[in-house]
């Protein structure tokens, strides 16, 4: 039944990518030659304006361009063009080290002020306050302060993973249940082994989902980050194409964008699985 | 005498008079031949030029004793039997180099126009290496970026509207940190450009309630539009709306129709045309021949820190001004800066720039050799314009010491210099008046040109 259901799942997916395409070949058709122009006037013009053809690349045009990207992902023909698998890594370098350095701070002090409950009540307004603020309002601070791009973008990764990290630390270890630590208790754990071998494996679950919407969040802000920032990254990539207005390459990086969030997702996701308990 | 005149030339007039014999004296032939960065054949050539004729000019420094010595032998037997005693083949090298740079690798910022293509075409055409420099040109997202940036000191110099590094030093829009302008990079190639449903709107008068996109608030289009606009009768503040919109959105948001048109850039406005979304109405060089719009800027205390890393840096970027002045390299230039590691656009696009034979998207072509143009010297007749359109339009309040910034930030004195001792010869003054749009402009009188006009903001 599962095998069928997923089976029957997938064909319709393929079918409404068909669909999906088939639609965007159709409305991107170029509509014939337009008004007439001298030949040699038309030789200083664009496809546009000659041939009538769209603004907005077909899917075809998009396909031979991501053939193109992907036999050579890793050319690199100076500092402001290099291949999308370069670019790629500079966005999951900073992405990653900005999310790591969240995740030194969140998950401790996370761990501190869910176990205090006087610590959660006092840091509490602060909290609310800085977490609905959009991580690239940072970022004109951060550059002022920090002086240097690339640690702002860091930074800026930083600032916005840590809130829904924290916060659910917090929850997952206010929550543990109380019959559980008081257990723990009755039997005279000491608080740091009460702290990894009943409140930590108690609240992992909770732990990892604030993480895994961390990462979804981290991996929005990069490519607006870079964008501002320039230089490297695929942020960078997509502003520079838009400069270009190559609409086909920006494209191609909304699609890498997406396939590489999901990855990230997937990883996270199969971590959560790790640890989840029956109850 | 010239610097850069042939020493061996027994015929040269005496003192008095100029090269050519039409003028007075020399200075008066270098204001009258109004064209300052006419390069030389060849730089080992230009080089050797300077070096052998200040050898020359050592061993007899009264003119008529050198030239009764050439008559008596010809010239090439002089330079012959200079060059068996003196090495000027290693003496021409040893003045090409100058003083060894304090800091090789340099990286300077540039935005993806044609306004910068001796900043970037000097990196591909080995411009930055003959000075002896290892510089990277890093592609920048914004006229804010690049200022921060260059603040910040991730970059030591950088590409910059020729207003910015005025602002910068006033402390507008930023902190106050002494800036300088040591060579600016382009002279006109910027335009107006209008959407194609403006085609029969090409009177100023009717533009009321049109919205326009500028680079930047701190930009020689923003202050030329303005003047366009109210020497025709509109007030910029009131009649349109100015909106500030990085170039490559100018086109995107005329094709969306958020916009009636720009004063942009160029390959901006080419690109609107080549798109066809847009017509040129008006190259810039019709408001103003010869007006400046972007330079080359650098912090002052990077010239403090290091002093020959800067000169060779203006060094490179006159020598590649000077390049692009010449018309019969603009096309081999439009190759160098087209791929996607520079300016990033379609060849065709640029050539029409760089070569100003272009299409003007109203089916017709055009021809202006002059459509841009390459002029690295600062002038500061220039600074103290863009001060005066500063104040008229609000952006500075009260008294302006208009000579005391403009000699502050434009480096003419240095940039003279250099170019002295690289053989091309600098006009003799830092001022020179010019008209916009058939009004003079006085440099010694900028308070009395600001009174003279009607339309600004109050202040």
């Known amino acids: ?279 | 005498m010239s610097t850069f005149d042939n020493p061996f030339d027994p015929n040269r007039k005496l003192r008095a008079g100029c090269v050519c014999g039409q003028h007075g004296s020399d200075a008066e032939h270098e204001q009258a031949t109004a064209l300052y960065c006419e390069p030389v054949a060849s730089e080992e050539k230009r080089y050797e030029g300077v070096v052998a004729s200040a050898l020359m000019r050592a061993m007899f420094p009264q003119d008529v004793a050198r030239r009764a010595f050439l008559k008596s032998v010809g010239a090439s037997t002089a330079l012959a039997a200079l060059s068996q005693f003196f090495p000027i083949k290693t003496a021409t090298e040893v003045f090409a180099q100058a003083g060894a740079p304090e800091k090789k690798d340099l990286k300077v910022g540039f935005i993806p126009i044609t306004c910068a293509t001796p900043i970037i075409m000097a990196a591909p055409m080995g411009f930055y290496a003959k000075h002896g420099l290892n510089v990277e040109v890093v592609k920048t997202a914004g006229w804010a970026v690049i200022r921060d940036k260059t603040i910040n000191k991730e970059y030591d110099a950088a590409h910059m509207l020729a207003p910015m590094p005025i602002a910068i030093s006033l402390g507008l829009g930023a902190n106050a940190i002494p800036f300088t302008v040591p060579a600016i990079e382009n002279i006109n190639g910027q335009g107006i450009v209008l959407a194609s449903k403006h085609k029969d709107k090409r009177d100023p008068k009717d533009w009321k309630g049109l919205k326009f996109a500028i680079p930047f608030d701190y930009s020689m289009h923003n202050y030329l539009l303005r003047y366009y606009l109210a020497e025709h009768g509109l007030d910029p503040d009131t009649d349109v709306q100015l909106r500030s919109v990085p170039p490559p959105e100018m086109v995107a948001n005329l094709r969306a129709d958020n916009i009636d048109g720009f004063l942009a850039p160029d390959n901006i406005c080419q690109r609107a045309i080549y798109d066809g979304v847009g017509f040129m109405h008006l190259l810039s060089k019709e408001i103003w021949d010869g007006h400046p719009c972007c330079s080359f800027a650098a912090s002052r205390e990077f010239i403090t820190s290091a002093p020959n890393s800067f000169a060779a840096l203006t060094r490179a970027i006159v020598d590649a001004t000077a390049f692009a002045s010449k018309a019969e390299n603009r096309k081999q230039i439009a190759e160098a800066i087209a791929p996607a590691n520079y300016i990033n656009a379609p060849v065709t696009v640029l050539e029409q720039v760089l070569t100003g034979t272009y299409a003007d998207g109203l089916g017709g072509v055009k021809t202006d050799p002059k459509r841009v143009d390459f002029d690295p010297f600062p002038w500061q007749s220039f600074a103290v314009w863009m001060l005066t359109q500063m104040k008229r339009w609000g952006q500075i309040k009260g008294d302006v010491d208009y000579k005391a910034v403009a000699e502050q930030v434009y480096l003419a004195t240095d940039t003279k210099k250099l170019m002295t001792e690289m053989g091309l010869t600098p006009p003799a003054s830092a001022y020179k008046s010019f008209a916009v749009m058939g009004k003079n402009f006085d440099p010694a009188k900028p308070e009395d040109y600001l009174a003279s006009f009607k339309i600004r903001k109050a202040s």
């Open chain 1, 1 to 279: 039944m599962t095998a069928s259901l997923r089976l029957r799942a997938g064909l319709v997916s393929l079918v409404l990518l068909a669909a999906f395409l088939g639609i965007w070949h159709l409305a991107t058709r170029s509509t014939g030659t337009t008004a007439t122009m001298s030949p040699e006037y038309a030789k200083l013009m664009g496809l546009t304006a000659t041939q009538g053809k769209s603004a907005m690349p077909g899917p075809l045009d998009v396909g031979a361009k991501l053939w193109e990207h992907l036999k050579r992902p890793f050319y690199d023909n100076g500092p402001n063009d290099k291949g999308l698998g370069i670019q790629l890594g500079y966005s999951i370098a900073r992405v990653g080290t900005g999310y790591l350095l969240a995740v030194l701070v969140a998950i401790p002090l996370g761990f501190l002020i869910g176990m205090s409950p006087l610590l959660s009540k006092a840091l509490d307004p602060f909290i609310q306050v800085l977490k609905p603020i959009s991580p690239l309002a940072w970022m004109p601070l951060a550059l002022y302060t920090i002086k240097d791009s690339s640690v702002s973008a860091i930074f800026v990764i930083f600032i916005c993973s840590i809130w829904p990290m924290l916060l659910n630390t917090v929850f997952g270890v206010a929550s543990v249940r109380k019959e559980w630590i008081n257990v723990a208790r009755t039997l005279e754990v000491g608080t740091v082994r009460r702290a990894f071998t009943v409140i930590l494996p108690a609240a992992a679950p909770t732990i990892l989902t604030g993480m895994r919407i961390s990462i979804g969040i981290a991996w929005l802000v990069i490519v607006a980050a870079e964008m501002l920032v320039g230089g490297t990254g695929i942020g960078y990539f997509v502003w520079n194409e838009w400069n270009n207005l190559s609409i086909t390459n920006v494209i191609i990086a909304i699609l890498l964008i997406g396939i590489v969030g999901m990855l990230l997702d997937q990883i996270l996701a199969r971590f959560t699985r790790m640890v989840t308990f029956p109850e």
